[in-house]
Structures are given as structure tokens and as C-alpha cells.
């Protein structure tokens, strides 16, 4: 554990795609569609997704003109790379897999661990979302971050998601993976017209929890985005689920497992460590107390 990690963390805010809802999940419905091709074109899908995101981003100077809502992004990555895998998408299938995508698989690990730490995070907020859109189009994509009346009380940390998803993605995504009522907060770029890893975007958690960076752990399966909530001075934990490399960036995450009962050992960590530094102050304090 690193000395820059918080030992008190006031929340834990978590990446979806990827992290939480498997992106791969679509991999048996492209199948279907492309007998042989399914894993090829998710693979190429979610690289130009990613890529278009930072492209728009980088591209930007601080306003947001060429940003465009990531549903739109999801699609025209999917556009793309059925071209370039030479498959013909027509617009039954176009339209299967993006619904596929909308109502990507959980990680089986997710819901359990989420629901460990509710528990210990539970306060009086609860996550409340506006009601699930009958469809998610390019031509409606709601700008506003769907949070909860008030976030979790007391010194237990509160739970969030932080993701390059519009809101209403997120919205029904975390309905469908059976995850409502687990976060305080669910949150979007969309309200900063800027993709990770842009500082703009990672702000949202500090600004959602009033709190510092480093008092706040990010979780997430994405190297980059790891690499880039490190810079920004969260406490990071890489959630490493495919096994990669860390990324060459001169850049290591606080901690790191392959799964969320790796995470939840490093929460355990964090907080033996803030009851240690406790008691160790306390002892301090009596031995420079004057004898009764």
C-alpha cells in the first residue's frame, strides 16, 4: 500500500464499462448475427469506442464541441467496425446489438460485492434515477447526472459510478444488471462535455462527495483509466480483470487484483490501517499524559 493512499476513504467510486458490466457480454448475440466474427467484431467495437471517446476529447479545446453523447460514440464505433471487418450490419442487427448493448451482462462478482459494501456504506441516501427511457436514442440524450437526494451519513464511504456513459445509458443499464438502489451516486460526463481521462471528468467524484481526491478510491478494469485517476490523485485500485500489463505510462496504481473480492481485501487493508494509525495515536497521547 502506497503512503499517498487515503486510509479513511470517504467513498468508492467505480468505472462501468468494463468494470461492472461486461462489455464482452454482446460477444454471443454478434455471433449469432456473424457466425465466426462475434469476438472479432466486439473486440475491434470496444477499441473504437474507446478511441473515439479520447479522440473527441483531445480534440477539444475545453468546450466540448466535438463531444458527442457515448451512445452516439457506441454506435459509430459499431458502424465502424463492421466496415472494417467487412461484415454487412443492416439495421435488424444494427439495432440487435445495440440493444444488447444497453443491457450489458454484470459481472458476476459485481452485484455481490456492491451489495457487501452498501452494507457497510449504508446511510440515509439511496441512488434514485430518473424512470427507465422506453429506448436510448442519439436524438435524445439527457444531459443531467443522476444522483441521490443526499449521500451516505456518517464515516462510512459512499458508493458511485463515474462513467463516460450518458445518463440514460447508465440509467438502464444499472437497472437491468439488478444493481438500483446500490450507489449514491451514478455519474456522468455528459455533464462536462469531456471523456476520461480528462481532469474535468474524474472531477465529478470529488465535487459529488466534497471531498479530496486521495480520500476517495477508483475502481476500475481500464489501464488508461487507472493510469489517468492516478495522475489525478485519487487512490486507485485496477481491477484487472483480463489479466493485461500494467500500461508502460511511469504510472502504478495503489492496489490491484484480478476480481472484487481483491478489491474488498484492499478496503479491508485501508481500514486496518486507519484502526492501527488510531490506536497507535492514542497510545502516544497516554505516554506523554502525566502519571496519575
Known sequence: ???????????????????????????AAAEQIFPGRGDALSQLWR?????????RTLADAGDGAHYRPF???????????????????????????????????????????????RDAASGPGSATCASKPASISASSPARAVCTSASTSGGSRPGLAILSNGNPQMLDVAVKSAGMSGLFDHVLSVDAVRAYKPAPAAYALGPQAFDAHPREIVF???NGWDVAGATWFGF???WLNRQNAPLEELGVTPHGAGAG??????????LASARRAGRAGAAASRTRRSPGA
Open 1 to 27: 500500500m502506497s503512503a499517498t493512499t487515503t486510509l479513511s476513504p470517504k467513498a468508492v467510486i467505480f468505472d462501468a464499462y468494463g468494470t461492472l458490466f461486461d462489455v464482452h457480454s454482446v460477444i
Open 47 to 55: 477499441q473504437k469506442q474507446i478511441e473515439y471517446t479520447q479522440l
Open 71 to 117: 451512445w452516439d460514440v457506441t454506435l459509430d464505433a459499431l458502424r465502424f467496425s463492421a466496415k472494417k471487418l467487412q461484415l454487412t450490419l443492416g439495421r435488424t442487427a444494427e439495432k440487435r446489438l445495440m440493444d444488447e448493448y444497453a443491457c450489458l451482462s454484470a459481472f458476476p462478482d459485481a452485484v455481490p460485492a456492491l451489495r457487501v459494501l
Open 219 to 221: 475502481v476500475s478494469s
Open 235 to 237: 487512490t486507485t485500485f
Open 260 to 269: 472484487m473480492s481483491d478489491l474488498l481485501a484492499f478496503l479491508k487493508t
